[in-house]
């Protein structure tokens, strides 16, 4: 009974395979994120728990909500933790990409720059709208949150899969599409 599951999942990941590779790219970002988030609050309340009285006068961090020393320095190391695990995963499990590594760290780097620079002005902006609009508090809060998280989906996912996460091309597949 067990091979019947196996083949049927094994079957619809190959018939889905794009969808699988999406699903796959959201578990590793769940993972990498949940990880993240607990190195974050665990480094705030112990190493850099003394510096978080220490304000930080910068408008750009200011507008992805860093205001303190402690938040700065927990934001960075949790965030770099992150997206390592997210990248490690990406590359390995979710694309099994084989194109030069160095060049795939180039521009994943480049690209996490330009999301969490995107996403701090995305929830700014929102954030805004909202509080104009008088939607806050709680739920209001959380939708925001999610949002801000899932929209810069529509960027990495197809950077990560077709320019980052590349696959090299293999004779045979260059030869078929030669054919045609």
Known sequence: MTEKK???????????AEIWKFLKFSMAGGGSSAVEFIVHMVLLSTCFKALTEVAVENKTLNMIGIESK????????????????????NRKVTFKADSNPTISMILYFIMVVFTILANGWIGSAMTAFAQSHNFTG?????????????????????LNRFVIHRKKKTVTETESQDEE
Do not use: C, N, Q
């Open 138 to 158: 709680g739920i209001a809060d959380a939708i925001i949150k999610v949002i801000g998280m899932a929209i810069p989906t529509l960027w990495t996912y197809p």
């Open 6 to 16: 196996d083949s049927a999942f094994k079957r619809w990941t190959e018939k889905h």
């Open 70 to 89: 402690g938040y700065l320095f927990a934001y960075l190391i949790s965030t770099t933790v992150g997206y390592l695990i997210a990248f490690i995963l």
